[in-house]
Structures are given as structure tokens and as C-alpha cells.
């Protein structure tokens, strides 16, 4: 079955970028969305943003202008860089599928299935 | 604060039933699905329920979920040690963002 594995520093600066690849194996990256999930120490998760294969993106608003999230398919890779760290960053990030359909009358069915282990990232000088 | 609003925990005895509410709004909940994640400790959250009452493959029948208006609810019947958790709910919102509740840590007496 479709397995994720984010990597990555453990250890990043106040004002520099946080850089997570996430590699998918068991199966394709193609036809599907791919999200970045974080959860703080003793909190609960924040969506960051999904990419799908094809490249087209969509963040939280609320994280919006420091967010790039890229793919590879070549490599059955997708990643997350985000910009101008502070400590409010420092969270166990996981990458997951985002399993999604939209229909005009129901909504949207979103879900986040497998996820990564998830990796601690700090943020500290 | 999130805007989906669940009880911060919750608790009952093994064999016993526990629900656990998620309440959000018409831009969220109201006119979307909700899911709902399993996070034991020291792991990554695992996925219970989809699309409001669907179970995955392998997620035992004890475990269900209903929406009505804007709020959802996860049920656990026959509640075992093993249960004890974190259960977060997750949707979408009409602010083009993914959305999750603040979690709810489940005891089992």
C-alpha cells in the first residue's frame, strides 16, 4: 500500500526557510492531491496546503505568502519550503494524500489518508 | 481557538459508549463532509471516518459517524484501553482552507 515518508533538518533558524520533502512509494503520485499537515507540541493540527500532481496549489490563508508547495512526479516527490520562520513554527510536520471531490449539490468530500510519521521540526538559533 | 469546537476530552468506562461532537459552521460543516482521525500517542493521526459515516477498510464497526446541520459526532461503542487517544474532526471551509478541530483526548477508565 501507498506509504509517505517526510525528511528533512530537524533544526532551522529564526528567519530562514523550512525546507520537508515527502516520497511516496507503494504507488503513483499521479491523480492524486498531496497535503502538509503540522502539529505544534501539545496542540492540534493545521492544514498548511495541498498540491496536486498536475502542480496547481491551494494554502491557509493564514500561512499564504510564506508557503510554496512543489511536486516531482519524476521522483514521486512533493515538498514544502516555508519562509521566515519563528518559534511558532516549530511543530511535527506531516505530509498525507488528501483523498477530494467536489460536487455542486454535496459539498466538498475531503480526507487525509495514509499520513507520514511525521517529523519535529524545530525552530531555534 | 479553532473554528471547530470539540469537547477538549472525554471519558468512560471499558464496554461503554463515548460520542465526541464537532461543531462548526454554514461555511464549513454546513455545507461540506466531515472526517474524522484517530491519534495515538507518539503517532501520526490514522483516518476513522470519511465522508461524514464511512469507515475505511479495517476500522471495526465500533467506531461511527453521523452530520446534522453544521455540527458532526464520532461514536465508540464497546470502548477498550486501547481506544485512549486523541480524535481530531477535519472539513473544508468556504475560505479555501482545509479546517480541524482542536481534539478531543478520549480516557478509558
Known amino acids: 500500500q501507498v506509504q509517505l515518508q517526510e525528511s528533512g533538518p530537524g533544526l532551522v533558524k529564526p528567519s530562514e526557510t523550512l525546507s520537508l520533502t515527502c516520497t511516496v512509494s507503494?504507488?503513483?503520485?499521479?491523480?492524486?492531491?498531496w497535503s502538509w499537515i503540522r502539529q505544534p507540541p501539545g496542540k492540534g493540527l493545521e492544514w498548511i496546503g495541498y498540491?496536486?500532481?498536475?502542480?496547481?496549489?491551494n494554502y491557509n490563508p493564514s500561512l499564504k505568502s510564506r508557503v510554496t508547495i512543489s511536486v516531482d512526479t519524476s521522483k514521486n516527490q512533493f515538498s514544502l519550503k516555508l519562509s521566515s520562520v519563528t518559534a511558532a513554527d516549530t511543530a511535527v510536520y506531516y505530509c498525507?494524500?488528501?483523498?477530494?471531490?467536489?460536487?455542486?449539490?454535496?459539498?466538498?468530500?475531503?480526507?487525509?489518508?495514509?499520513w507520514g510519521q511525521g517529523t519535529l521540526v524545530t525552530v531555534s538559533s | 481557538q479553532s473554528v471547530l469546537t470539540q469537547p477538549p476530552s472525554v471519558s468512560a468506562a471499558p464496554g461503554q459508549k463515548v460520542t465526541i461532537s464537532c461543531s462548526g459552521s454554514?461555511?464549513?460543516?454546513?455545507?461540506?463532509?466531515v472526517s474524522w482521525y484517530q491519534q495515538l500517542p507518539g503517532t501520526a493521526p490514522k483516518l476513522l471516518i470519511y465522508?461524514?459515516?464511512k469507515r475505511p477498510s479495517g476500522i471495526p464497526d465500533r467506531f461511527s459517524g453521523s452530520k446534522s446541520g453544521t455540527s458532526a459526532t464520532l461514536g465508540i461503542t464497546g470502548l477498550q484501553t486501547g481506544d485512549e487517544a486523541d480524535y481530531y474532526c477535519?472539513?473544508?471551509?468556504?475560505?479555501?482552507?482545509?479546517?480541524f478541530g482542536g481534539g478531543t483526548k478520549l480516557t478509558v477508565l
Open positions: 498525507a494524500r488528501e483523498l477530494r471531490m467536489t460536487t455542486v449539490t454535496t459539498g466538498i468530500e475531503n480526507w487525509f489518508d495514509p
Open positions: 507503494g504507488g503513483s503520485i499521479s491523480s492524486y492531491y
Open positions: 498540491i496536486y500532481y498536475s502542480g496547481s496549489t
Open positions: 454554514s461555511s464549513n460543516i454546513g455545507n461540506n463532509y
Open positions: 465522508d461524514n459515516n
Open positions: 477535519g472539513t473544508w471551509d468556504s475560505s479555501l482552507s482545509g479546517l
